[in-house]
């Protein structure tokens, strides 16, 4: 995606989704006559990674359902994402299980009775790690991107935290809030 001008908007990424629609990212792309797609590389119980446990607030050692994904963009690499859920919201849910979820995370959130109203985001930039320059075919030194967004509940309960790395070349502008009207 690099050299392309693409604002993102974060609010249909919150939107719980009607049934039989694709994705936010598979729509996103298409409306910009691209294919938009993602492979799911891993799902289950791990340790908390230090910046999803302080987002979360969680106790050290304190395990987390993590959805790993493989974002692809007319069939090649541009995002890993990495969505973590505490277990008080996740466990013992699809979330948790390493198969498709109907409607997405948002949809099966809001269905167990969590639903965004709050966004923080927060952008890095680091040398690529070598599962990371494996998963988006990055040379050696490499630098990438880092978003972490924490979403909150209307009442504050953090419900997800998302680490987003990307290759260092892509230009991102998000459009936070309502659009429209």
């Not at 099966?108 to 930039?125: C, N, P, Q, R």
């Amino acid at each position: 995606m690099s050299g392309d001008a693409w604002i993102s908007e974060t609010a249909p990424y919150l939107a719980p989704r009607e049934p039989g629609r694709s994705d936010a990212w598979t729509d996103e792309a298409a409306r910009r006559g691209r294919r938009g797609g993602q492979r799911l590389l891993h799902a289950g119980e791990v340790e908390a990674p230090e910046a999803v446990r302080v987002a979360l607030g969680l106790a050290e050692g304190e395990r987390v359902v993590v959805r790993r994904r493989l974002i692809l963009l007319d069939d090649h690499p541009v995002e890993l994402a990495d969505s973590y859920y505490p277990l008080s919201v996740a466990g013992g849910t699809p979330l948790a299980e390493p198969r498709k979820v109907p409607g997405g995370a948002v949809t099966l959130l809001k269905e167990l009775g969590y639903t965004g109203a709050e966004v923080v985001e927060d952008v890095s930039a680091a040398l690529a790690g070598a599962e990371e320059r494996g998963h988006l075919e990055l040379a050696e030194g490499s630098a990438v991107l880092r978003l972490l967004r924490l979403t909150r509940t209307a009442d504050g309960v953090p419900m997800e935290a998302s680490l987003m790395t990307m290759p260092a070349g892509r230009h991102l502008t998000y459009r936070l809030g309502k659009q429209g009207a």
